[in-house]
């Protein structure tokens, strides 16, 4: 299975992929099971996050772009109140 991949995008990368017209999604500290059914691409405006899967732990922060893929199962540990925007791919 595919797993989460983090980079850290410079400006020209944000506005190429559009992520001012992507749907936002905050929550506060907390501990929560997800599954992914589709594959989704997401961009931190704030906080703090460790994801843990079966094969181990991806910590991502303000500034990352996140690619989750389809099929994931994990853990979201929120440490600090996250902001993202997100879009889903088919």
């Given at each position: 299975m595919a797993e989460i991949e983090v980079k850290r995008p410079n400006e020209d990368e944000l506005?190429?992929?559009?992520?001012?017209?992507?749907?936002?999604?905050?929550?506060?500290?907390?501990?929560?099971?997800?599954?992914?059914?589709?594959?989704?691409?997401?961009?931190?405006?704030?906080?703090?996050?460790?994801?843990?899967?079966?094969?181990?732990?991806?910590?991502?922060?303000?500034?990352?772009i996140v690619h989750f893929p389809k099929g994931l199962k994990c853990t979201w540990q929120v440490l600090e109140k996250i902001q993202k925007v997100y879009r889903l791919e088919e």
């Open positions: 506005n190429s992929l559009g992520v001012n017209n992507w749907s936002r999604w905050e929550c506060e500290p907390s501990t929560f099971e997800w599954e992914y059914f589709s594959d989704e691409t997401a961009y931190v405006l704030e906080g703090k996050v460790v994801i843990k899967t079966p094969t181990g732990e991806v910590e991502i922060n303000k500034g990352d």
